[in-house]
């Protein structure tokens, strides 16, 4: 198996993830580009157009963009697939290990940032459900013995229930936009590590 035989296996491995057309579409072309060009080596075929993660990178970031459009957030799942999938290009980049490991700790970071917004914003969605349900359960409680506390309390449940209603797809669209974000900055930091490779 010679070196171009060996790349598109490695290609075909990394696609799988792709749609069966868009995957064959892309092997195909990057077969003949690589036949065309003569390269007989894998250096030369990794230095034009580098390895099966960078290829998936990219694929993903443009298909991120073609998601997003007219200036509105990406599909959730379209942006956490860039993040993983650029920062695995990047680890397995073969740049620089110091500019590797600050995009690396970049991510990793803005990551972290990201799981804690959004574990917040989940503990505030439990903490209004469970409001709504405790002011509910006390005030049909006390509805028969004081009518009128009972009826504040329930009013209270009712109020903190339409609050719950409203910060769900709030929540939602913070997590896009969070995703979205991250997403923004992986593409950011790739583009600008593949231009140092590059030069």
Excluded: C
Excluded at 48 to 65: C, P
């Amino acid at each position: 198996m010679n070196a171009r035989e060996k790349y598109i296996q490695e290609l075909e491995k990394y696609l799988v993830t792709l749609p069966a057309a868009e995957r064959a579409d892309a092997v195909d072309f990057y077969n003949e580009f690589i036949e065309d060009a003569h390269y007989d080596t894998r250096e030369q075929i990794v230095a034009e157009l580098g390895i099966s993660h960078q290829i998936l990178a990219d694929y993903s970031i443009k298909a991120n963009e073609k998601d997003g459009g007219a200036g509105k957030p990406a599909s959730t799942k379209s942006s956490w697939r860039v993040f993983w999938l650029v920062l695995i290009a990047i680890v397995t980049s073969p740049i620089t290990l110091v500019l590797s490991v600050v995009a690396f700790a970049i991510l990793i970071t803005a990551l972290g940032v990201a799981i804690g917004i959004i574990i917040g914003l989940l503990g505030v969605i439990v903490g209004l459900l469970v409001t709504a349900g405790a002011m509910l359960y006390l005030g049909f409680g006390l509805l028969v013995a004081a009518p009128m506390t009972g009826i504040f309390y329930l009013g209270i449940g009712l109020a903190v229930l339409g609050g719950f209603l409203i910060f769900i797809p709030l929540g939602y669209w913070i997590i896009r936009l969070l995703a979205q974000g991250i997403a923004n900055l992986s593409k950011f930091l790739y583009q600008k590590l593949q231009g140092r490779r590059t030069k």
